[in-house]
Nanobody, 131 residues
Framework: QVQLVESGGASVQPGGSLRLSCAASGSTFGHPIMGWFRRPPGREREAVAFMITAGGVSGDITYVAASVKGRFTISQDTGKNTNYLQMNNLRPEDTAMYYC????????????????????WGQGTQVTVSS
């Protein structure tokens, strides 16, 4: 099993930045995909970004949703076993509960990964963007 704990959520002004962290513990073997999802108020959970954390993978290893492309970046610190979502130029529409997740299922292309493929979830961290 993989246990995930998110942190870094906060209330920020539009244009601000935050870095969300997802610390993983337990067995991460067999979970080659890490992802971030969010649930905006009154909306369903939606994908934000995915990445392949396993080594030896060629080609594109990350996916970022069009709504956040150019503003959000997903990365992995292998030594700390922690995934990060760097969020820049935040907008009010980015307000949501953000969840990290891990998947034992790898689909290609990575953009085809969907919510149902992720089986381990963190508790969520709230991001609020407002003036």
């Amino acid at each position: 099993q993989v246990q995930l704990v998110e942190s870094g959520g906060a209330s920020v002004q539009p244009g601000g930045s935050l870095r969300l962290s997802c610390a993983a513990s337990g067995s991460t073997f067999g979970h080659p995909i890490m992802g971030w999802f969010r649930r905006p108020p009154g909306r369903e959970r939606e994908a934000v970004a995915f990445m392949i954390t396993a080594g030896g993978v060629s080609g594109d290893i990350t996916y970022v949703a069009a709504s956040v492309k150019g503003r959000f970046t997903i990365s992995q610190d292998t030594g700390k076993n922690t995934n990060y979502l760097q969020m820049n130029n935040l907008r009010p529409e980015d307000t949501a509960m953000y969840y990290c997740a891990a998947s034992p299922h790898l689909k290609v292309p990575i953009a085809s990964m969907t919510l149902g493929d992720f089986v381990s979830w963190g508790q969520g961290t709230q991001v609020t963007v407002s003036s």
